[in-house]
């Protein structure tokens, strides 16, 4: 079994300062675990992933995350917000079976950037 | 960038009556999926299809519903009575490969209303 568990749901920081996006995770298999991003009206999109390899992830648009398997935490962070970054953040665990993905959602994190 | 389309973008409909939200996944893609987010809940995975057939489906996908690929093209969800309860977000998704989570694109979903 999997779960998720974004401990904020709602962040706000100003324009230019640093974001945090906290997560935590539980999964009885070797974990993959994700960042997507939602921004209004759009489909969701894959901000970074991490599958095993390096412990520090870089995504796009200058994010990325830190697995801590001893906290079993994955952590999102961007040193400078910009206020195109405003958007709700969803951290998400998967495990790949037979025939199919299971990706397994937190709740998710609404970002708001102040100017 | 390739998309899945969704449509519509937001379907009200009586207790009671049937709905079919429609997606087109992206042309080269075999695997499909719809997940659904209840307002303030989380994402929830519902089913996956390859080869024509269901390959997983959650405790969610009850008799109610079901999927379909009638053309080749399009990929829909169909809810034969709805309840209050089916009120939310529906998103689609499909991939090219089974296992590779960044080649997993989803839509930006239709949100269902039931009065």
């Known amino acids: 079994a999997q779960s998720v568990t974004q401990l904020d749901s709602h962040v706000s920081v100003s324009e230019g300062t640093p974001v945090l996006l906290r997560c935590n995770y539980s999964?009885?298999?070797?974990?993959?675990l994700f960042w997507y991003v939602q921004h209004p009206n759009k489909g969701l999109q894959l901000l970074l992933k991490?599958?095993?390899?390096?412990?520090l992830v870089k995504g796009i648009n200058g994010f990325e995350a830190e697995f801590k398997k001893s906290e079993t935490s994955f952590h999102l962070t961007k040193p400078s917000a910009h206020m195109s970054d405003a958007a709700e953040y969803f951290c998400?665990?998967?495990?790949?079976?037979?025939?199919?993905?299971?990706?397994?959602f937190g709740k998710g994190t609404k970002l708001s950037v102040i100017p | 960038e390739p998309e899945v389309t969704q449509t519509p973008s937001h379907q009200v409909t009586q207790m009671g009556q049937e709905v079919i939200l429609r997606c087109v996944p992206i042309s080269n893609h075999l695997y499909f999926y719809w997940y659904r987010q209840i307002l303030g809940q989380k994402v929830e995975f519902l089913v996956s299809?390859?080869?024509?057939?269901?390959?997983?489906k959650s405790e969610i996908f009850d008799d109610q519903f079901s999927v379909e690929r009638p053309d080749g093209s399009n990929f829909t969800l169909k809810i034969r009575s709805t309840k209050l309860e089916d009120s939310a977000m529906y998103f689609c998704?499909?991939?090219?490969?089974?296992?590779?989570?960044?080649?997993?694109?989803f839509g930006s979903g239709t949100q269902l209303s039931v009065l």
């Open positions: 999964s009885s298999y070797s974990p993959s």
């Open positions: 991490y599958t095993s390899a390096a412990t």
């Open positions: 998400v665990v998967g495990y790949s079976g037979a025939g199919s993905y299971q990706l397994t």
């Open positions: 299809f390859y080869n024509n057939e269901i390959s997983e």
């Open positions: 998704a499909s991939s090219a490969q089974l296992g590779s989570f960044e080649k997993l694109f």
